[in-house]
């Protein structure tokens, strides 16, 4: 069906793409300070960038509760793009390194290490 529209074939290597959101969901476990920072960042731009919207300051303050709902969700939503990169780039430097059997593996080594240790930080932090 797709080759119907796009007259070249696009070949997607499904292990790498595995493997590289393996280790992003490794690593937005591990780096949730990171993630909390980067959650509040885009929430501040979002609502920075949508003020500019508006003309009438009253149509602004009235819709602000949902605008800033909506703006929270796009940015935990977002907030993600930056894990997958990390994540791709850490798939591919470990199958450089060590072949190409290895991207699976260590991903769901560092998602299960990834959760343990959140767990245990949510843990500590309660």
Known sequence: MLTDWIPFEISINTVMLAGGCLWSLGLYLVLSSFKNTLIEQLQ????????????????????????????????????IIPFLILGGFCNWAIEVGLGDSWGISTGILISISGAIYALGQQNSSS
């Open 44 to 79: 501040r731009w979002f609502n920075f960038a949508e003020r500019s919207l508006y003309t009438s300051v009253e149509e602004f303050e009235r819709t602000r509760p949902a605008r800033e709902a909506q703006n929270s969700f796009y940015a935990s939503i977002f907030s």
